[in-house]
């Protein structure tokens, strides 16, 4: 046994300390588990408060209601009555607002971000303008641009403009000293410096301002809709909570909440598509 | 032995490629002086290094050398012409690889030529770049991106795009230093091979004594605060360099000296 090199734990007396790694019960089960029961526990509490008496329906609608609602306003969307209609004043406020928002951001974001008056005159007044409740601009629109789809347009681009701008702009800060020097060392002109460096290092960024720009932009078109009338899904659910028609507005609001999904989602994918060379931020929704 | 050895072991005098004169930087209206009257030539053909504590100067005076930094007072010619910006015959190489993401490595290299002279002679210089590639044996990985590389690959994919548009001169800014040690005496000595395949001068910036000993014809020794070279030290050891000098006597000796020559610096 002397010569012996490799002792096991055995013959020198000593027993394995193999020991089993502790991992909480809700670690193991899958994600969908989670989030179904989650969701069944809501909906069982709903269901329980609104039949229990103790809140009325007009506050809080039975979730049986609900989803009857929920049934009716799905059939009448695809059956293409006055809500699919709606539905389309909605989301062509939502996407021209957000084409808007995106050629003025990316213009002043180019702005702020590439030029030094950009960025020591322009930038303080957007932080200034960033900083104001914007939502109260609606009744301003609708003076200027009428209680039609452009007052409603305006808001949302209005909305939606400032995440752009601001991701633009540190977009094109987000080069390295190095990757700077490198192209200065190579005699990169100023324009080759920004199509070549700046603006694909600031994709990631640009993309994060887009996708908080995506779900504001829908907050924005249903605003101007709320405060300023016109024939959109705002309208709706303005009439329907005028009404005491609970039901209708919680799905009202589901079915508008699919534009927004939409919205991300498509913005979501092209961020993917388009910076394929750092995925770290495309999974996690409106990353901070 | 390369063209190389033989100038330096037969003591003729090449031709310079760089010649400083008097070069000082002065930053915050003259309150700090970075560098303060250093003059230096490089011969061609011939390696030298700077070392010097951080906070010297040292890439402060590459920056200049490379026409990236105007300089105070003083002049700085490459090959007989005043250096008022950066040049295409300059290869400069940083402590990052400094790759473009979105980028394959072969896109990466050719970028000098793409921003100089357009995608089309990008194109063509591509077998060029293969064979770049080869040299630091990198070869099948034409295609990867950077996020593929690790980090020794990384650098000498940048030595690759350094050496593309063929620089009289190459300035090095620490390269290695991110490396593991281990990476590091190996890229090292693939430094050398590449320099004298190409018989370049080149310049090093570099805190490291035994890598500045390795790879230098002359170790200029700098000391901080104002950043001035105190000495010029010549080493006299046969090329190509080893690992095994290291522990050769004159390595030590010369080790020693600039040591010797640093604590000076660095308490005066």
Known sequence: ?288 | MSALAKLVSAGESPRSVYEITGVSRFFNDGKVVALDGVSLTLPKGEFHSVIGSSGCGKTTLLKIMAGLLPPSTGSVLLGGTPVLGPRDDIGMMFQQATLLPWRTTVENILLPIAVRHGQKAAQAERPRAEQLLQLVGLAGFENAYPSELSGGMAQRAAICRMLISDPEVLLLDEPFSALDEITRDFMNLELQRVCMEREASAFLITHSISEAVLLSDVVHVMSARPGRVVQSVRINLPRPRTLEMLSLPEFGACATSIRNLLDKGAFL
Do not use: C
């Not at chain 1, 000293?177 to 199509?195: D, G, K, P, W, Y």
């Not at chain 1, 507005?249 to 979501?268: A, D, N, P, R, T």
């Open chain 1, 1 to 288: 046994m002397t010569d012996q090199v490799y002792l096991s734990a055995e013959t020198a007396g000593i027993t394995d300390t193999v020991w089993v790694e502790t991992k909480s019960w809700s670690a193991r089960v899958p994600r969908w588990v989670s989030m179904t029961v989650l969701m069944a526990l809501f909906l069982l509490g709903w269901q329980t408060l609104s039949v229990s008496g103790l809140v009325s329906p007009l506050i809080l609608p039975t979730l049986s209601d609900t989803l009857a609602d929920l049934e009716f306003v799905g059939r009448s969307l695809v059956s293409g009555s006055y809500m699919l209609t709606a539905f389309w004043v909605t989301a062509s406020e939502v996407l021209v607002g957000f084409a808007i928002a995106v050629a003025v951001g990316v213009s002043l974001g180019v702005l702020v971000g590439e030029t030094t008056f950009g960025e020591r005159a322009v930038m303080p007044y957007i932080v200034a303008i960033d900083t104001m409740p914007k939502i109260a601009f609606a009744p301003l629109f609708v003076s200027w641009l009428g209680f039609g789809i452009g007052s409603k347009v305006a808001l949302a681009a209005f909305i939606s403009v400032f995440p752009i701008v601001v991701g633009t702009a540190a977009g094109l800060h987000a080069a390295s000293a190095n990757e700077r020097m490198l192209f200065q060392s190579i005699r990169a002109s100023r324009l080759q410096t920004l199509v070549m460096l700046k603006i694909p290092s600031g994709l990631p960024q640009f993309f994060t301002g887009l996708k908080i720009a995506s779900i504001s932009v829908v907050g924005g078109a249903v605003a101007g809709e709320l405060l300023g009338g016109g024939k959109g899904f705002g309208e709706l659910i303005r009439a329907a909570a005028a009404q005491l028609d609970t039901p209708r507005v919680f799905s009202l609001i589901i079915y508008l909440s699919l534009l927004g999904v939409l919205m991300f989602g498509l913005v979501s994918w092209m961020q993917y598509k388009f910076v394929f060379w750092d995925r770290s931020s495309t999974t996690r929704s409106t990353p901070q």
